[in-house]
């Protein structure tokens, strides 16, 4: 399983597991996706727990702010989770 991290507004991140994609984010105690405000947070919430990669989704407003066609695509970067 993989760990996939998306930087959402506000600095936030939510967090996921799944094999391609997530597809089981992490959650609070009221069944609610958690919202970490970093990666160390999100660290700690999974220690000992191992994943074959890890990734970091970030949306890039790169499009939009040069006046191109907004692009859906996310960057995705793989992470060094040792």
Not at 22 to 40: E, K
Not at 52 to 72: A, F, H, I, R
């Amino acid at each position: 399983m993989n760990l996939y991290i998306e930087s959402i507004e506000g600095g936030m991140y939510v967090a996921g597991i799944g094999k391609d994609n997530a597809t089981s984010f992490l959650r609070d105690s009221y069944r609610n996706a958690s919202v970490f405000q970093s990666i160390t947070d999100i660290r700690e919430q999974v220690s000992g727990q191992h994943f074959e990669k890890v990734y970091l989704k970030q949306n890039t407003p790169y499009d939009e702010m040069c006046g191109s066609e907004v692009n859906d695509e996310k960057l995705m970067i793989e992470l060094d989770w040792r």
